[in-house]
């Protein structure tokens, strides 16, 4: 899906359910590789936490484990921000990541 069309379905309010998690992460941009935690994810998004976070309108490759998905951050506030994917992920993609936070938090 495109860029512009996520952007008018954004405006309309939110699509896809998110998920709140805390998984540790890394994003890769023309700045340079950075650590961050992944607070929420949903199919067409994510929220992280990272110290500088990436400016808005910053083109990324979010990465976890065997999860890697390019995306685009929509908004910053404080040390949290926003991330849209270029495409839409897999009900069963945002599970597994769910799962893994999950299996984290039990321990």
Known sequence: MAF??????VADGR????????????FFSVHGEASGVLLDVSQGGAM???????????????ERQNFEV???VR????NRF???FEDMISEEEVLALVSKSSANNDR
């Open 48 to 62: 992280l936490s990272a110290s500088p976070p990436p400016p808005i309108g910053c083109r990324l490759l979010l």
């Open 70 to 72: 390019p995306g685009i």
């Open 15 to 26: 699509r896809f359910g998110r998920h709140r998690i805390m998984l540790a992460a890394t």
């Open 4 to 9: 512009a069309e996520q952007e008018q379905q």
């Open 82 to 84: 926003g991330i849209q």
């Open 75 to 78: 908004w910053v506030e404080g």
